[in-house]
């Protein structure tokens, strides 16, 4: 569920990784709350695109921070605009108070994206991000002007088979084990005892949003779903995600790659590619030409 990722100046919209908030301003402004926050302070965008014809959402796991997407934009054509979210509690957010339940993570970032709409949408998330996207899509489904493109869940069971565990009870010894579980070389971070005191609240939150998170009756969604998992994954199983077909009206498929529960890190050049040429194949459904990928 985790991936583990400094919350210093690494990933900052300061930072020397092209980290800005998206609304292309040096710095995010500092919220007084967490689900009311500036609009710009959920969204990362790692590169500017000045005439986009689709935005790509990317929604990371328990842990993890918009960074966790800085390198997509290697191998994303010029015409998508990428968007990473930002949870609070985390880099450039770290002031601001952790989110511990999925309404108020949904809530704050449906809120925000509404600045968005008027491109065709995609959205990806990885692990608990992965739930997150589709409560956030089925949400924005409900608004005039958005259109979802494709949900793309990675490395997550679909709602049928979520089963909650009694995180609140576990001291932090026992998340940090449970994250060298399915990150053992990013978890290397917590052995510093500033860097632990700094990032436990933020991994404590999102634990207790997949302790309490009770998957919703949800309305299928109107476009097609990917399921992406890794072949080695200790938590979810090829059948398991074959499941995901019950949220959708439209088309699923699977995708199997080499890899644990972050197979994405070693193999994010294909992932990425196999998104760009689905996400290519509804463009040129809807009779428009390709682009090639730079």
């Known amino acids: ?5 400094e919350p210093g100046t690494h990933g900052r919209a300061s930072g020397g990784d092209g980290c800005r908030p998206a609304d292309g301003s040096a710095t995010a402004s500092a919220p007084s709350g967490s689900a009311g926050s500036e609009p ?54 770290l002031n601001e108070p952790c989110i511990d339940t999925m309404d108020l993570l949904v809530t704050g970032v449906a809120e925000a994206f509404v600045q968005f709409l008027g491109l065709p949408v995609a959205m990806f998330g990885h692990s608990m ?85 009770r998957p919703r009756s949800l309305a299928p969604l109107g476009a097609p779903v990917v399921a992406y998992v890794g072949d080695n994954d200790p938590d979810v199983s090829v059948l398991q995600v074959r499941d995901w077909c019950e949220i959708t009206d439209a088309g699923f498929d699977v995708a199997v790659f080499p890899g644990g529960h972050f197979y994405l890190i070693s193999a994010e050049a294909e992932l990425v590619h196999d998104v760009v040429r689905r996400l290519d194949a509804t463009w040129q459904a809807d009779g428009a030409p390709s682009v090639p990928m730079t």
């Open 129 to 213: 991000g992965a739930s997150v996207a589709h409560e956030v899509a089925s949400r924005l489904e409900q608004l005039p002007g958005f259109t979802l493109d494709t949900l793309f869940v990675s490395a997550r069971v679909p709602p049928k088979h979520i089963k909650p565990r009694s995180w609140d009870t576990e001291d932090d010894e026992a998340l940090i084990a449970d994250i060298r579980r399915l990150d053992g070389v990013n978890a290397a971070i917590l052995d510093d005892p500033d860097m632990r005191a700094l990032m436990m609240p933020a991994i404590r939150a999102d634990y207790c949003i997949a302790d309490t998170y």
């Open 1 to 5: 569920m985790p991936i583990v990722q």
């Open 40 to 93: 710009s302070a959920w969204f990362r965008r790692f590169r500017q695109v000045p005439e986009p014809r689709l935005r790509l959402v990317c929604f990371p796991p328990a842990g993890g921070s918009a960074s966790l997407y800085r390198t997509w934009r290697r191998w994303l054509p010029d015409d998508i605009d990428m968007l990473a979210v930002q949870y609070p509690g985390r880099q450039d957010r």
